[in-house]
Each structure stands twice: as structure tokens, then as C-alpha cells.
């Protein structure tokens, strides 16, 4: 079983587009994680998650919203699409508690044309 | 606020042989939680090894093992014996235990070509 599920893969869109990726974990964590890792493969976080506190990265512009349904999920919503969000998103979870080490989703490749 | 740096963008080493990957970061915090992640080219992240800072001793891994100077705020790691699926790039990340979300700052990686 696959810890920590991202869908699609891969995600190609125009300009102006809507879109959202999905995530979900079944480790039981109790916090979730969007980051972006952009073409020089640099890795920045965008949000922190769990059933009490969003924590944005103050960078993050206010098109991108992720949304929770429950405790092992995480959707991330984009809207109005920009060529500079081409990147790999990668979705994560942990035990926030513990301190522990995050695991990872295998990323979504999305890109804007 | 955490920053890490990665000096070596890119780095090769022959197979079986040893290599050693630089880490330093910068923060004002006394207890952390440092980590190495390994991206091969399928893109999955995958945790190689993790050190607690209140621990002196030095984690290890396999193969895999660190050498952390907290005084020098340095966290290398050393990949002995090293195999082709090694290829891949390397992340040091940090968090901190003020750290209200959590989340981990990566340096900006290391890419390393294991040679045969």
C-alpha cells in the first residue's frame, strides 16, 4: 500500500485553467503538507496542515488554497494557472507530535502552457 | 528563521568507493531535527537518515552515516561503498522544535552520479 498517494502524475493545462491535485495518506498522521519544488529542483514549503491550524508560507500567492476533507487528505486547489506555476508538487505527512521525519507523495509534474 | 546550504551542486564518485556530501545550516534554535532525503530520478522522495541534535552521537544507516558538529552547525553525510542506485540527488533539511507547522527547510541539493 502506497503511504502517501498524489493524483494525477502528471498535469498539463493552459493559462487561466482551474485545477486541483489530490492527496492522501494512511499512516494516521495528523499533519499534512504541500511543497513546491521548482526547476532547479529547489524545495519550498507552502502550507502546513492538520485538523487545527493552516500555517501558509508567506510567499505562497492566494491562487493556490489547500482544502481537507478529512484527516488523511489534502487537496490542493489552484486557480487562475500562470506559466510560473509549472513545477513538481509534492504533497507530505507526518506525526507532527513526534517531530518525525516527513513521507512523501511520488509529486505531480504539472505544467502550464 | 532556518536556512541550509548545500556547497556542492554536483558531485561524482566511483562505484565502491566513498563519498561525502556537505550540509551546513544556521538557526538559533538548541534542539532540531536534521534529515537527508534522497530524490533518484523517479522523483520520490525517500528519508536516507535523520538526526536528533540533542543526540551527540552520530546516526548511521547502512552505508549511510553523518557526521554532525553542532558547534560548527555541519551535517555531512557519508555514503560508503557506493552503488549505481545511489545516483540520485541529495536533500539536507531541518526542523526546528519552535517550529509551529513542522516543516522541513531543504538546502538546494546535491546532485550525485555514482559511477561504474
Known amino acids: 500500500d502506497t503511504a502517501v498517494s498524489q493524483t494525477p502524475k502528471y498535469l498539463v493545462t493552459q493559462m487561466g485553467n482551474d485545477k486541483s491535485i489530490k492527496c492522501e495518506q494512511n499512516?494516521?498522521?495528523?499533519?499534512m503538507y504541500w511543497y513546491k519544488q521548482d526547476s532547479k529542483k529547489f524545495l519550498k514549503i507552502m502550507f502546513s496542515?492538520?485538523?487545527?491550524?493552516?500555517?501558509i508560507n508567506e510567499t505562497v500567492p492566494n491562487r493556490f488554497s489547500p482544502k481537507s476533507p478529512d484527516k488523511a487528505h489534502l487537496n490542493l486547489h489552484i486557480n487562475s494557472l500562470e506559466l510560473g506555476d509549472s513545477a513538481v508538487y509534492f504533497c507530505a505527512s507526518s506525526q507532527r507530535t513526534m517531530n518525525t521525519e516527513a513521507f512523501f507523495g511520488q509529486g505531480t509534474r504539472l505544467t502550464v502552457v | 528563521a532556518q536556512t541550509v546550504t548545500q556547497s556542492q551542486p554536483e558531485m561524482s564518485v566511483q562505484e565502491a568507493e566513498t563519498v561525502t556530501l556537505s550540509c551546513t545550516y544556521d538557526?538559533?534554535?538548541?534542539?532540531?531535527?536534521l534529515f537527508w532525503y534522497k530524490q533518484p530520478p523517479s522523483r520520490q522522495m525517500i528519508l536516507v537518515i535523520r538526526?536528533?541534535?540533542?543526540?551527540?552521537q552520530n546516526a548511521t544507516e547502512n552505508r549511510f552515516s553523518v557526521n554532525f558538529q553542532k558547534a560548527a552547525k555541519s551535517f555531512s553525510l557519508k555514503i560508503s561503498d557506493s552503488q549505481l542506485g545511489d545516483t540520485a540527488m541529495y536533500f539536507c533539511a531541518f526542523i526546528g522544535n519552535n517550529n509551529a507547522g513542522n516543516m522541513l527547510t531543504f538546502g538546494g541539493g546535491t546532485r550525485l552520479m555514482v559511477k561504474p
Open positions: 538557526t538559533s534554535e538548541s534542539n532540531y531535527y
Open positions: 499512516l494516521g498522521h495528523d499533519t
Open positions: 538526526q536528533e541534535a540533542y543526540k551527540q
Open positions: 496542515y492538520n485538523n487545527k491550524e493552516l500555517i
